[in-house]
């Protein structure tokens, strides 16, 4: 099983690095040139999406807390399709923009921009991390290394999949890593009703609140899909894709098809969860879904699952990696020289994926999901409100950076004084769409020296002089 999961690691490795040859000039990098087909958006888009945490994470909180763990892959299947539905638009135009920190600047300014761009960063960072968390949790318990190799293993393959071949690296692994993550959620699908009637055993798991979706409160789960959905729309890797395809038809069947692809992998690593607990209530919740790959699955199809796994997490990885070098490149640094652009890029990669080993070998045993909902909280309270307001009503906003700070703030406020985390996200929105509400009052307001009265006084006060 371990030898077939790292011929496969090996050879997606491989395929990372001579993706650079797709690279035909520096924008190529960050953006293929010419736009993407149907299925090379697919893959990108679900080397993307789809990572440890809506499988190797999905599976640990269908253990620890049951069918609400379907939650995240509700949300990224309704995120798929409304990456279309709210950015769609934009490939009709000549000048098709690359960032979400872009759009900002040129609508909010310089100030705007930078602090969109640092909060994003922040964001996108924090789920990195999470991704490798899940590998490393995957990889932990087949090699013979310690943490800090098997974190340091994870870090290189994340670089070889980017580091070289940037978009086109991404969408070689996302679509390799595709094929394998269907085929193998099918596969332990079929096994599972077929060899263990998961369906009727499951029956005998009554464990309070494991049946219901609603487990920790209506408003406090619907966060969980309502933050997977803002957090994507709000992300710039999942932007930038949007942005590589050919035509809006092109990025509408790429969600549709996209939307289809993940939820049986959402639903089967709910179902190893909820196995697992039904069977081995004694493992930690962590580790569920690679013990079952090892103990009920053969070698070949297990080996298969696992690297689809440890794929998923590295893609993911790679592809928020490639997102936040953008925004450095373009909207931080503002680097202009063609010819530099690549070597700061990768030296940017290099010393983002030095801090990802360091924070990762400090808290590896942190709850993987929660990295998910913290950093979509960081994605989507400073990103949405703004950058939807900037490309629908933008003449009802004016030049400021409050627009991108008023939701950040007020969800730190919410969570450093104790209440819940991933209901921080409700906040965040709520300020920044009220902020919005307030500006707009005031613009729409008359101003004292063009009014009425205004006038009245002063013509009065001219006559009285004459």
Do not use: C
């Amino acid at each position: 099983m371990t030898l077939i999961t790292l011929l496969i690691i090996l050879f997606t490795v491989l395929a990372g690095y001579f993706s650079r040859y797709f690279i035909k000039s520096t924008e190529d990098f960050f953006i293929p040139s010419n736009g993407m087909g149907v299925f090379s958006l697919t893959g990108m888009l679900m080397g993307a999406i789809i990572g440890g945490a809506s499988t190797v994470g999905t599976s640990q909180m269908a253990y620890e807390r049951g069918v609400g763990a379907i939650w995240f892959t509700f949300g990224l299947v309704v995120a798929s399709i409304s990456l279309n539905i709210v950015y769609g638009h934009l490939l009709d135009k000549d000048k098709k923009p690359l960032t979400l920190t872009g759009i900002i600047g040129d609508h909010y300014g310089d100030r705007a921009r930078l602090a969109a761009s640092v909060i994003l960063i922040l964001g996108m960072f924090i789920h990195i991390n999470g991704q490798v968390i899940a590998s490393v949790s995957v990889l932990y318990n087949m090699l013979p290394f310690n943490v800090s190799i098997t974190v340091f293993l994870t870090v290189v393959v994340i670089m070889f999949y980017v580091i070289f071949g940037g978009f086109w690296g991404s969408t070689v692994v996302g679509s390799i890593k595709t094929i394998l993550l269907y085929l193998s959620a099918i596969i332990i699908g079929v096994v599972l009703i077929s060899r263990y009637d998961i369906i009727y055993s499951l029956g005998e798991l009554k464990i309070y609140g494991f049946w219901n979706p609603f487990s920790k409160g209506f408003f406090k789960d619907l966060s969980l899909p309502l933050s997977t959905v803002l957090g994507v729309l709000s992300t710039q890797i999942y932007f930038q894709t949007s942005m590589a395809a050919k035509d809006r038809k092109t990025l509408r069947r790429t969600g549709y098809l996209t939307a289809f692809l993940i939820m049986p992998v959402g639903i089967v690593s709910v179902l190893i969860g909820l196995f697992m607990k039904l069977n081995h209530p004694e493992i930690i919740a962590r580790d569920s879904f690679m013990l079952f790959t090892q103990w009920y699955l053969s070698p070949v199809i297990g080996g298969v699952a696992i690297a689809a796994v440890v794929i998923s997490s590295v893609a993911t990885a790679a592809g928020l990696m490639l997102g936040i070098t953008t925004i450095l490149i373009k909207d931080v640094f503002k680097v202009k020289k063609n010819q530099t652009i690549l070597k700061i890029t990768r030296l940017t990669i290099l010393i983002l994926s030095m801090a990802v080993y360091i924070i990762v070998v400090k808290l590896n045993d942190s709850m993987i999901l929660n990295w998910g909902f913290l950093s979509m909280v960081f994605r989507a309270t400073p990103i949405l409100i703004p950058v939807g307001l900037a490309l629908y009503k933008s003449s009802e906003i004016k030049a400021s950076p409050m627009y991108i700070l008023i939701g950040p703030l007020l969800s730190l406020i919410w969570i450093v004084s104790g209440l819940d985390s991933i209901s921080s996200i409700y906040i965040g929105v709520l300020g920044a769409i009220f902020y919005h509400l307030l500006v707009k009052q005031n613009l729409k307001a008359p101003v004292y020296s063009q009014s009425k009265e205004y006038q009245f006084l002063k013509e009065k006060k001219e006559s009285n002089k004459k």
